[in-house]
């Protein structure tokens, strides 16, 4: 069975620059999460998705970063403009469902640094 | 507000020696907690899970403790291998949204 893919895997911006991260989720699974993990914190969740609608984006800052999971698949976040505080790793997980049993599986991650 | 706290930064155990991980949380409606590994420049792999109806579960050389009346659980690991060497995350669960500790990065050492 694939594992969840993210791309790309490194990424280097400019402050105010744009930019776009990619993850599919391993087949089937109608739950998709994404992550923000700054050096030495825990991955701290930003949007949660059931198929392609949002189950939760309270956490999401919505001044400047916005994700979409059109057709219920592959979904992707986007940051429009970057800041210094941004530079962390984006996480991506899925699950089967939402059920609060499940433990998620994680992608590598897509480390940003913007400078 | 930290609901998930992991207090120990890091630790170091000599090999075939025990680990123990610990964790604390302050919300009571978790009701699943789970411990993830991390490798560098890896997603965070699960390891072992607890329900919040349970206050033990063992697989293989990993054991999960929880203490409800304290907000706590902690990890075990025996016997503690160098491979076993990574980022221990532990998370909390409430109706399928995982909050995660800030980590600790365990050193078995030969």
């Known amino acids: 069975e694939a594992g969840v893919a993210q791309s790309p895997r490194y990424k280097i911006i400019e402050k105010r620059q744009s930019v776009a991260f990619w993850c599919n989720p391993i087949?089937?699974?109608?739950?998709l999460y994404w992550y923000q993990q700054i050096l030495g914190q825990g991955p701290k969740l930003l949007i949660q998705?059931?198929?392609?609608?949002?189950?939760?984006d309270s956490q999401l800052p919505k001044d400047r970063f916005s994700a979409e999971r059109l057709k219920g698949v592959d979904s992707t976040l986007k940051i429009q403009p970057a800041k210094l505080e941004d530079s962390a790793v984006y996480l991506c997980?899925?699950?089967?469902?939402?059920?609060?049993?499940?433990?998620?599986?994680f992608g590598p991650g897509t480390r940003l640094t913007v400078l | 507000d930290q609901q998930v706290k992991q207090n120990s930064p890091s630790l170091s155990v000599q090999e075939g020696r025990i680990s123990i991980l610990n964790c604390d949380y302050t919300?009571?409606?978790?009701?699943?907690f789970l411990w993830y590994k991390k490798y560098p420049a890896e997603g965070p792999t699960f390891l072992i899970s607890?329900?919040?109806?349970?206050d033990k579960n063992e697989d293989g050389r990993f054991t999960v403790f929880l203490n409800k009346s304290a907000k706590h659980l902690s990890l075990h690991i025996v016997p503690s291998q160098p491979g076993d060497s990574a980022v221990y995350f532990c998370?909390?669960?409430?109706?399928?949204?995982?909050?995660f500790g800030d980590g600790t990065t365990l050193t078995v050492k030969p």
């Open positions: 997980a899925s699950l089967p469902t939402a059920l609060s049993y499940n433990e998620q599986f």
């Open positions: 087949s089937g699974h109608a739950t």
């Open positions: 998705f059931q198929n392609n609608g949002v189950v939760d």
């Open positions: 919300n009571s409606m978790f009701d699943y």
């Open positions: 607890i329900s919040s109806i349970k």
């Open positions: 998370a909390a669960s409430e109706a399928g949204k995982s909050t």
